[in-house]
């Protein structure tokens, strides 16, 4: 007789990730010389009953339907659906997005890398984006057994990059979770990298929440503008 192997319980949370600034340690931006990972994490729960529907309901009430993607950069730069918003619609449309990521029930484990002191610091300066996410993971990892869900398996959502950047991004997820991370321990994680196509409500808010981590450190005391405060 063999054993019957059970799932594993999956946890009550989900996370969903994503980056501000570009992972070149070649190039640097003087105006923007970081790397910033966002790792928005919800009650899945609390994500299905508040955020998400928040987030689509926002879209019906200014597009009349919800496929248009709050992107951060399209909606900086007055691209695509967001072309059109004269002053008056574009500020309440930012008021509506800022509540709704103010009042999102989630917590937020920002990294942020400076990438002329990271290398400054280091003759051979690990990848940002890698680097980043090693950091977050390990951290994630304590804020979810804080929540006694250490030993359940957590789906991180990310964003698909291109073929060869998803692949290198698998294979450190790997190693980070089979035990090359602080406490040399495997991490009950799960991978799933989906295109910016499939419309994720909490992909977009981890987006829109990236870039204003990042001004945050570069410009202190200036109050970031998409309402995102809280971090851990």
Known sequence: MHAARLAPVKSDFIVYVDESG?????????????????????????YNTLTAPAVRKLKFELFG??????????IRRKRGAFATFGK???????????????????????????KVRHKQRYSKPAHPYHLAFGFGLERLHRLLRSHGQGDRLTHVICEARGANEDEE?????????????????????ELV?????????????????????????LRPGQPPKAGCTATD
């Open 193 to 217: 990298v989906t295109n910016k196509r499939t419309n994720s409500e909490g992909l977009q808010i981890a987006d829109l929440t990236a870039r204003p981590i990042g001004l945050s450190v």
């Open 22 to 46: 570009d992972h070149s340690l070649e190039s640097i931006d003087i105006h923007y010389p970081l790397f910033v990972l966002s790792f928005c994490v919800f009650r899945i729960a609390d």
């Open 88 to 114: 008056e619609q574009r500020d309440a449309f930012m008021e509506s997005l800022a509540l709704i990521i103010a009042a999102a029930p989630m917590k937020i484990i920002a990294v942020v890398i400076d």
């Open 169 to 189: 991004l698998e294979l450190e997820f790997r190693g980070i979770r089979d035990g090359d991370n602080y406490r040399g321990e495997r991490l009950p994680f």
């Open 65 to 74: 339907h919800d496929m248009v993607v709050f992107h951060e950069m399209d």
